[in-house]
């Protein structure tokens, strides 16, 4: 079966007064009907722009390689085709719902507005449609609090508008970018639950953003790890956390709080801080951090400074290292 959303060779560039920033360098994933794929990394790793650039939202970028929504090539796409592909094929949520919400109307106009621009639906059908959904999201009294307004939801309520939005017009593909960072844990749970819900209800494409490992866990059956606009490694999500091949995977990994942590321990983050993307290092991005790196030989750290690894199959993995995790320690006796 063709996937439903096929990225091949995705590279996103943006000019800048100090010259190009290479934002997502030469990104290769897939994504099925009814499947779910994370995105991991941390901030600046280039998720949310290969999101933004998937939905054609990518201002002032240059784009190069393919992005093909059910066969379909996207870049190059005039933006009135692309702006009719948003809601009806394709949709997203982001973190804060209110940056997209329109304080000054009812979410139920928003909604039906939505679905009329896209559908051509009449008024009374497509608010009869905007309570159908608040009803599908979980919205409890959907007629009337579709007459209220968006402060007048909770943090949570807020996000499961937001989805009855971007669901509103039936789209193949959803791209969820850290949907729940701004809530707590519970809240976070019901609305991850949600949308996996929908997602088999709907048999949707599910792209799910997130720098928590511990939400990809939830919902993901494949994971890919970016890092510096790169793939660092692609897996199914059970032998990702079991059997990582990258370090920079191991790192996020060792960072997830544990049980047996005690409330009050220190998160263990990776020490030092992402890569410059503006005039990128030869070789690994990650080497400047990279553990496996620092108790390697001379020879084969000079090689990961100085050689840029691909990604490389790896017991079900890709992995994008020259001293992969699966491989035996680089000096004899040395860690990991
Ligand atoms: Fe570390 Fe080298 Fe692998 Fe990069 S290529 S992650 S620096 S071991
Ligand atoms: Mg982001």
Redesign the pocket.
């Known amino acids: 079966e063709q996937p439903l959303l096929s990225v091949t060779d995705l590279t996103v560039t943006f000019p800048t007064r100090h010259g190009d920033v290479r934002a997502v360098d030469s990104l290769s994933f897939a994504v099925r009907r009814g499947q779910t794929l994370g995105i991991v990394g941390e901030s600046g790793s280039g998720k949310s722009v290969t999101s933004l650039a998937v939905m054609g939202l990518h201002t002032g970028a240059r784009v190069t390689g393919s992005i093909a929504l059910d066969g379909r090539e996207l870049t190059g796409l005039p933006e009135r085709e692309l702006s009719r592909l948003r809601g009806r094929r394709m949709a997203m949520i982001f973190q804060d719902p209110l940056s997209s919400l329109h304080p000054y109307y009812t979410v139920g106009e928003q909604i039906a507005e939505h679905h009329r621009v896209h559908f051509g639906s009449r008024r009374a059908a497509a608010r009869r449609r905007a309570v159908e959904m608040l009803a599908e999201v979980g919205i409890p009294e959907p007629a009337r609090r579709a007459g209220e307004h968006p402060h007048q939801f909770s943090g949570g309520m807020r996000q499961r508008v937001m989805i009855a939005m971007a669901l509103a017009c039936e789209p193949d593909l959803l791209i969820a970018d850290e949907p729940t960072t701004a809530l707590d844990v519970t809240v976070q749970a019901q609305i991850l639950e949600l949308i996996a819900r929908l997602q088999e209800q709907r048999g949707l494409a599910v792209v799910m953003i997130t720098h928590d490992l511990g939400v990809v866990a939830r919902v993901a059956r494949e994971v890919l790890v970016m890092y510096g606009g790169r793939a660092?490694e692609q897996a199914p999500v059970d032998t990702l956390f079991t059997d990582p091949g990258?370090?920079?995977t191991r790192g996020l990994l060792d960072s997830l709080p544990r049980l047996d942590d005690g409330d009050d321990a220190p998160l263990r983050a990776i020490p030092g801080s992402p890569p410059s993307l503006l005039d990128p290092a030869p070789?690994?991005?990650?080497?400047p951090r990279?553990p496996?790196?620092a108790a390697?030989a001379p020879a084969e750290r000079e090689?990961?400074?100085a050689t840029r690894?691909g990604l490389r199959p790896s017991r079900g993995h890709l992995v994008?290292?020259?001293?992969?995790l699966h491989t035996a320690s680089p000096v004899p006796g040395g860690t990991r």
Request: hydrophobic share 30%; charged share 5%.
């Open positions: 660092a990258h370090p920079y070789g690994c991005a990650f080497a990279c496996r790196a390697a090689h990961c400074t690894p994008s290292c020259h001293l992969s």
